[in-house]
């Protein structure tokens, strides 16, 4: 048992090939071969279906007098599995096929089928139109014709082409893309945040413009005796637009009174810093 499965075996040093007899065999002997159905196909006997890829035990032989550019033609013999009627089909080499010969039909052909009937139209357009000159003709008209349809078409493409060109494809991508409508919306963000900035700076100008703020003055002016001490307290006066004119007047007109010479005024007790506009304030109480 060993033997079966060994690649080299032990020929003895005394072994001679010319002393084996040789068989004499049959020109076209079969050998048993096993093989899968080349096809689906239907037995002619019992009617039992035969689908594609079942395995059979089937004889082989070569096909005689028959081969195609020196490649041999075999035939193969196999049993229905219902009836065990004979089945023969052929290799087909031309084609690359099977033909069925006898013992059953072939089945689902359609494919087949349909391209022997586009080559016989085939064939026989070629044929008529060696035969009839005008049908030739027409052919040709009509294969210029076709031509000339393609052509124009063509142009009409190429037109639409050209328009097509000027549009800006990576310019429409970009407005779509997110990033860039966020940056656009961060600038125009900053952009409304330095107008609103400019807009207060230029309120508050014009509001210091309107608003002006009167220095304080201290001078020693003489008061009379009789008078009463005016109060020590410091005043900054503040007027707004409507009001400022009016007090301003009011102060100066009393600054011209006191500052006259007058020989009965004496020197006022100063406590601290007075203000001119202090004193103007309670010399003008006091005459009311």
């Known amino acids: 048992m060993s033997e079966r499965k060994v690649l080299n075996k032990y020929y003895p040093p005394d072994f001679d090939p010319s002393k084996i007899p040789r068989m004499k065999l049959a020109k076209n002997r ?21 689908y594609k890829g079942k395995k059979f035990n089937a004889r082989k032989e ?11 033609i075999y035939r193969f013999y196999i049993k229905c599995t219902r009836c065990l009627q004979e ?38 357009a070629r044929e008529e139109e060696t035969n009839n000159p005008m049908k030739l003709l027409e052919n040709r008209t009509q294969q210029s014709k076709n031509e000339i349809e393609l052509l124009e078409s063509l142009e009409e493409l190429r037109d639409l082409n050209r328009r097509q060109e000027t549009v800006d494809y990576d310019l429409m991508l970009k407005q779509y893309n997110g990033e860039d409508k966020i940056k656009r919306i ?12 400019k807009s207060m700076r230029l309120k508050h100008k014009r509001l210091q413009g309107d608003t002006k703020i009167l220095e304080e003055t201290i001078e020693s002016v003489e008061t009379p005796a009789k008078m009463k001490k005016p109060n020590t307290k410091t005043k900054v006066e503040t007027s707004t637009s409507h009001c400022s004119s009016r007090t301003q007047k009011h102060i100066l007109s009393n600054i011209i009174k006191r500052k006259l010479p007058d020989e009965n005024l004496s020197k006022p007790n100063m406590v601290g810093g007075l203000s001119l506009v202090n004193y103007s304030e309670s010399s003008d109480d006091n005459s009311e």
């Open 30 to 50: 079969q050998y048993t071969v096993r093989l899968m159905a080349p096809f689906n196909m239907r037995c002619k006997t019992c009617g039992e279906y035969i």
């Open 62 to 72: 070569d096909v005689e007098n028959e081969t195609y550019l020196n490649i041999r």
């Open 87 to 124: 089945i023969s089909f052929k290799t087909d080499p031309k084609n690359t096929d099977y033909e069925i010969e006898a013992g059953a039909t072939r089945n689902f052909m359609a494919l087949k089928l349909a391209e022997e009937q586009a080559r016989r139209e085939e064939e026989e």
């Open 186 to 197: 961060m600038e125009m963000e900053a952009k409304e945040d330095e107008e609103t900035i």
